[in-house]
């Protein structure tokens, strides 16, 4: 069973920061969070990963709490391309396969 | 970031008949690669996990005689569907696994629309 938990949907409007939470209050101290997403039908990309500090890519930016319990995702100018379901993922080293939970469907719109 | 592609991209096959999809990593040697499964509306689900000259490993509920896997190189793992029924009609993601310590770096193929008519 996935590890974490995520609101099942979210809207947000074309150029705002889109903030998507994720719960995994379960994680291990050798886990790191990894998010994911998935446009329709196509497979899934990666944007970020974590393990305890905070994370910034050309994407996005991954903000992590400091008991590691939770952690945001953050579409700084959120476009229609954006629009797709995210994956937030807790995962152990190299080589473990990813377990995807329902995740958050983005759906942004102008 | 790395490539991984799949082939076919969607085939149309009739009930009874055996179905082969093919995940390559393109630019990088996969240690591992990962076969996944997704109904409408559904997310993704784990079949199974496959290293290279070894015997897949199979999630609990996925027959292993209808789902053969092998996984012959370091860039190459097939997913052979045995006497497909439409109840196999899905769409199916391999990813494929480039590291062999530390981060977990898995890069996904387009994924296979299989339907069974």
């Known amino acids: 069973d996935a590890k974490t938990t995520q609101p099942p949907s979210m809207d947000c409007a074309e150029g705002r920061a889109a903030n998507l939470p994720c719960n995994h209050s379960?994680?291990?101290?050798?886990?790191?969070v990894y998010w994911y997403r998935q446009i329709h039908s196509q497979g899934p990309q990666y944007i970020i990963h974590?393990?305890?500090n905070n994370e910034t890519n050309e994407m996005a930016s991954l903000i992590i709490t400091e008991d590691r319990k939770s952690s945001t995702l953050i579409l700084p100018h959120a476009t229609l391309r954006d629009t797709a379901v995210y994956y937030c993922?807790?995962?152990?080293?190299?080589?473990?396969?990813?377990?995807f939970g329902k995740g958050t469907t983005l759906s942004v719109s102008s | 970031g790395a490539v991984v592609s799949q082939h076919p991209s969607w085939v149309i096959c009739k009930s009874g008949t055996s179905v082969k999809i093919e995940c390559r990593s393109l630019?990088?040697?996969?240690?591992?690669m990962f076969w996944y499964r997704q109904f409408p509306k559904q997310s993704l689900m784990l079949m199974a996990t496959?290293?290279?000259?070894?015997?897949?490993?199979?999630e609990q509920g996925v027959e292993k005689d209808k789902f053969l896997i092998n996984h012959a190189s370091l860039t190459l793992s097939t997913l052979t569907v045995t006497s497909a029924h439409p109840e196999d009609s899905s769409f199916y993601i391999c990813?494929?696994?480039?590291?062999?310590?530390?981060?977990?770096?898995?890069?996904f193929g387009p994924g296979t629309r299989l339907t069974v008519l």
């Open positions: 974590g393990l305890k």
């Open positions: 630019d990088f040697q996969a240690t591992t």
């Open positions: 496959s290293n290279e000259g070894s015997k897949a490993t199979y």
């Open positions: 990813s494929a696994s480039r590291g062999t310590s530390g981060i977990n770096e898995q890069f």
């Open positions: 379960t994680i291990s101290g050798n886990e790191y």
């Open positions: 993922i807790v995962s152990a080293g190299a080589g473990t396969a990813l377990i």
